[in-house]
Each structure stands twice: as C-alpha cells, then as structure tokens.
C-alpha cells in the first residue's frame, strides 16, 4: 500500500484500510463474500501455476463519484501475488447517499454487486444504484438498508471465463460495469 492508497483510503471513510492498520492481515479477513473468495482463490492459484497476469475493471463508486478502476493481478518470483490498482475514469454523480457509509442505517440488508456497484431488483435484474433506488422504494426519507457485497451473475460468468483463457485474462479487455453514458 503506497501513498495514493492512504490518500484514498481517507477521503473514502476507510480510514480502518490506512497502514499499518490492516498490514499483515490475511486478504481473506477483508472479503466476506464467499463467491468473491472462491473466485480470487481460483485467481491466485492461477497465477501461482504460472499461468501469467490478470488484468480486469471494476467500480469501485462513492456517493458523489463514479469510478472506473483497473486491477492487475501478478505472481512475482518468490510465490507473492501483487494487486495494482489504478484510477481508469470517474464521473461525478448527484449525491447517493445509499453509498454513503456515514448514512444511518436499518436492520435490513440489500445486496450490491460488488464488481459492478449494481443491485437486484425483484424482476431478476441488476440495475445502476440510481436506477435501482426507485424500483426499490428505497426513498431518501426512509432509514436505508444496510449494503451486503456480493457478486451478480454476469460478473461471476466474466470473472470464471477470464479463469479459463489467460490470453483474456492479461488482455485488459475485461470490464465489469462500464461507466454509464453520460
Ligand atoms: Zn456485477
């Protein structure tokens, strides 16, 4: 974790991710998921068999901004598997404040894809938060639903697909939630 990462961490409510906080901890205590830790397993094992790089863009937004992020992942010599994470492209958005972690919250649990920030809605479809929000009800006025990261289906397929074609996989092409047009 460098610099930019600490930068991030703050102006993102994380200030628990800041070193040395989270150092020295297994990445497994960070992901609750267990689709998203039987896929980076499955990742890791990959890499470690020498099978090359994976590259993949994910979102990673907050309650004002979109955001485009590329993840490489790559095994060095000595068995480790670095992760580098950069800034591909953002967009401002009106204020969400289901994204907000200051926001209060009830018992009550709603999913979000953690991949490409899109949330189910009963018709069996995954919607942008903007777009998701009134499908729900969910109205600013209510107290709002705790976030449980998971991952939906497309993302699973892609990320599973990625698995079996290393060309693909070290290609970059593999988005998992582009940014909406604006
Ligand atoms: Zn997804």
């Given at each position: 974790?460098?610099?930019?990462?600490?930068?991030?961490?703050?102006?993102?409510?994380?200030?628990?991710?800041?070193?040395?906080?989270?150092l020295?901890?297994s990445?497994?205590?960070?992901?609750?998921?267990?689709?998203?830790?039987?896929?980076?397993?499955?990742?890791?094992?990959?890499?470690r068999?020498?099978?090359?790089?994976?590259?993949?863009?994910?979102?990673?937004?907050?309650?004002?901004?979109?955001?485009?992020?590329?993840?490489?992942?790559?095994?060095?010599?000595?068995?480790?598997?670095?992760?580098?994470?950069r800034?591909?492209?953002?967009?401002?958005?009106e204020?969400?404040?289901?994204?907000?972690?200051?926001?209060p919250?009830?018992?009550?649990?709603l999913t979000?894809?953690?991949?490409c920030?899109?949330i189910?809605?009963?018709?069996?479809?995954w919607?942008?938060?903007e777009?998701?929000i009134?499908?729900?009800?969910?109205f600013?006025?209510s107290?709002?639903p705790?976030?449980?990261?998971?991952?939906?289906?497309?993302?699973?397929?892609?990320?599973?697909?990625?698995?079996?074609d290393?060309?693909?996989?070290?290609?970059?092409e593999?988005?998992?939630g582009?940014?909406?047009?604006?």
């Amino acid at each position: 974790m460098n610099d930019a990462w600490s930068h991030f961490a703050r102006a993102n409510d994380g200030e628990h991710l800041v070193p040395p906080g989270i150092l020295g901890q297994s990445l497994w205590t960070s992901i609750a998921d267990q689709t998203t830790r039987q896929l980076y397993a499955a990742l890791l094992k990959r890499l470690r068999n020498g099978t090359g790089p994976a590259r993949f863009r994910f979102r990673c937004d907050g309650p004002t901004q979109r955001r485009l992020l590329e993840m490489q992942l790559a095994a060095t010599v000595a068995g480790e598997v670095e992760f580098h994470t950069r800034l591909v492209a953002s967009q401002a958005r009106e204020d969400v404040s289901l994204l907000d972690a200051e926001a209060p919250r009830s018992d009550a649990l709603l999913t979000i894809c953690g991949w490409c920030m899109r949330i189910p809605i009963p018709a069996d479809q995954w919607l942008e938060v903007e777009s998701a929000i009134p499908e729900l009800g969910l109205f600013e006025e209510s107290p709002l639903p705790m976030l449980s990261h998971g991952m939906c289906p497309r993302c699973y397929d892609t990320m599973l697909a990625s698995l079996d074609d290393p060309n693909r996989a070290r290609s970059g092409e593999i988005t998992l939630g582009a940014l909406p047009p604006v």
